[in-house]
Structure formats: structure tokens, C-alpha cells
């Protein structure tokens, strides 16, 4: 029921990309002058600073590369596979992604998303001090916040420092690993509200990962005491 849910809105999204006007022969897209207008595109690689004007499908890939951001809220689709490289700004909101790999980027924000997996590994820097920097683009903090999706595979946080690190409130039908995330303790690190179809493990994170004592969990909690503040 979920895989055929995901295909839906897929189509959908592309039946309302199109009704836009905005369809034609989709090209691979470099992101030119910090602004992706609604459309549909092949592949995208992001190199600097990029805003989605409109919603987007991209058929193919998106690439943040190293140190640059790209900032979606107004939803979409990607087919392909989305990767955010080391020192980057991820920022998708409603959007049907396959799956998105983050390796040490500065922030990720996935909000109202149906998507395969999400694996989000290291960035984030030093814990101490984090929630006071205020110099990340768009987010200020950085921060990892996945929340309000429907995810079909597994969510991962492992290694990740910064301001805060958050599984919120979302519906998982695979697993969640949340691992060796050390956050400054004024924000902190949380899993709260989630429902988790498969397993969840929790070890080594500072401090203890909040609320999570209020997931429904279907699978094991490994670790119990590491996935609930003492």
C-alpha cells in the first residue's frame, strides 16, 4: 500500500509540474545565478547557493557539492537519489525522493517528505557553543532535523555534531539508528513520536536522545537506555 502511495504522489507531482506549463525537454540543470525554477529537470548539481522558486521534479539525481546549499520548501519529486556533501545545506520539504545521503554536511532539514531511506553521517562541528553560532546558511544553527515524513526504509543519524540532531514525529517502516551524535545540550539530541516498524538503536549519543521513551516501536529497542533520557 505504501510503495503504490509513493508512486501516486509521484505522478501526481508531475501531472501538477506540467499543468504549471512548466514542462519541456528536461536538461540537467547547474543551478544558474541561485535559482531552480519550478520545472522538470534531469539532473541537478548544486555548486554555491540554490533556491527553489516553485516545485520541481528532477528525473535523475541532485548533488549538493561541498560547502554550498540548497534550499526546497515549496515540494516535488526526485526520482533519483540526493546526496549533500561535506559542509553543505540540505533543505527538502514535501517532496517523493527515493533516498537521500548526507556525508558532513553543515545541516539537513527533511520536513512533510515521503522517502525511501535517509541516511545522514557526520558534520555538523564541535557540539559546544553550536546553538550560539548562527552562521550556517538558512538555518542559522546546524542542525538535523528529519520530521513529519513517511519513510519506507530505514532513517540513520550516526556521528553527527552541531546544535541539535531530531527524529521527530515521523511513520517508519523500516528501522532507526541513531548513533555516536554528540549535540550541545541546550537543543540536544531527540527521537520523540515516531512510529517505528522495525527495530531502533540508540548508543553513545550526548546527551541521551529525548522523548524517546514515546515511539511506538513494532521491532526491538536496542539499547534502551541509551534511546531514553535518564
Known sequence: MKIRLLVALAVAGVAAVVAAGSAGAAQDSTCPDGILASGIYNNVSVTGSCTATGEVLIKGNLTVNGNSVFDAGQGGTIFGNVQAW????????????????????????????????????????????????????????????????????????????GCANS????????????????????????????????????????????????????????FPGDCNAP
Open 86 to 161: 561535506n559542509g553543505s545545506v540540505l533543505i527538502l520539504e514535501s517532496f517523493e525522493i527515493h533516498g537521500v545521503s548526507a556525508s558532513a554536511a553543515k545541516s539537513v532539514i527533511l520536513e512533510e517528505d515521503t522517502l525511501g531511506s535517509a541516511l545522514i553521517q557526520g558534520g555538523g562541528g564541535a557540539p559546544l557553543g553550536a546553538c550560539s553560532r548562527h552562521d550556517v546558511p538558512v538555518t542559522g544553527d546546524p542542525i538535523v532535523d528529519v520530521a513529519f515524513n513517511e519513510a519506507l526504509g530505514t532513517v540513520s543519524i550516526g556521528g553527527r555534531g
Open 167 to 222: 527524529i521527530f514525529d515521523n511513520t517508519i517502516s523500516g528501522g532507526v539508528n541513531f548513533v555516536n551524535n554528540q549535540a550541545d545540550p541546550t537543543d540536544g539530541n531527540s527521537v520523540d513520536l515516531n512510529t517505528i516498524s522495525g527495530n531502533l538503536f540508540c548508543k553513545n549519543n550526548s546527551p541521551h536522545p529525548s522523548g524517546a521513551g514515546t515511539n511506538s516501536v513494532w521491532g526491538t529497542i536496542n
